[in-house]
């Protein structure tokens, strides 16, 4: 168990509909990321936010956004959601701003029908 | 462009046996390499790093070997157990992108009894 907590565990919606998903990093844990892992490709970093300032960004569209809050708990909005969305998201914690050992949330799977 | 690739999707390796898992990269600016298992149904967990001013650290049952002049990196498991079939995932991080990881698309380690 990494304490990174994600919430649900699968998602199943239609296109055109918003969904969000939620991480809770380890505790003491400053930053958060969040990543994408598409059938049978790699984790695609989407973006990182570090004690509630977005630090960085990565592949995430313009359709997807997120927001870290005080209590360091972290949420992924994905609207306008297309079949290509489908995809297992991934959050992640490390207790400092720099991105080396990240420990790994059980993921969220997205269906998108 | 793939800046981290992991040519093979798959090894099967006997029991008790050495796996080796290869990692190859592009950007010469990567200092930091780190390697991540993954079982089904569970976000990534991280096994080992190295940094770019080494060329070999070991943990255990598992070395990870660095050539920097080829650009690509190793992951040595010694001898191999069933508990070892896993995803092994490649990433690799620049100092000047304040360490965001890339990824490889990992290596499906299978460990035969």
């Known amino acids: 168990d990494s304490g990174v907590t994600q919430t649900p565990k699968h998602l199943i919606t239609a296109t055109g509909q918003r969904v969000t998903l939620r991480c809770s990093p380890r505790?003491?844990?400053?930053?958060v990321y969040w990543y994408q892992q598409s059938l049978d490709q790699g984790l695609q970093f989407l973006i990182q936010?570090?004690?509630?300032?977005?630090?960085a960004k990565g592949n995430i569209l313009e359709r997807f956004s997120a927001q870290q809050f005080p209590d360091l708990h972290s949420e992924l909005n994905l609207s306008s959601l297309e079949l290509g969305d489908s995809a297992l998201y991934f959050c992640?914690?490390?207790?400092?701003?720099?991105?080396?050992?990240?420990?790994f949330g059980p993921g969220t799977r997205l269906t998108v029908l | 462009d793939q800046q981290v690739k992991q040519n093979s999707p798959s090894l099967s390796v006997q029991e008790g046996r050495i796996s080796i898992l290869n990692c190859d990269y592009t950007?010469?600016?990567?200092?930091?390499f780190l390697w991540y298992k993954k079982y089904p149904a569970e976000g990534p967990t991280f096994l080992i790093s190295?940094?770019?001013i080494k060329d070999k650290n070991e943990d255990g049952r598992f070395t990870v070997f660095l050539n920097k002049s080829a650009k690509h990196l190793s992951l040595h498991i010694v001898p191999s157990q069933p508990g070892d079939s896993a995803v092994y995932f490649c990433?690799?991080?620049?100092?000047?992108?304040?360490?965001?990881?890339?990824w490889g698309a990992g290596t499906k380690l299978i460990i035969k009894p």
């Open positions: 992640a914690s490390s207790e400092g701003e720099a991105y080396n050992e990240q420990f």
């Open positions: 505790s003491g844990d400053l930053s």
């Open positions: 936010y570090y004690n509630g300032e977005e630090r």
């Open positions: 950007n010469s600016m990567f200092d930091y």
């Open positions: 190295i940094s770019s």
């Open positions: 990433a690799a991080s620049a100092r000047r992108s304040n360490y965001q990881l890339i």
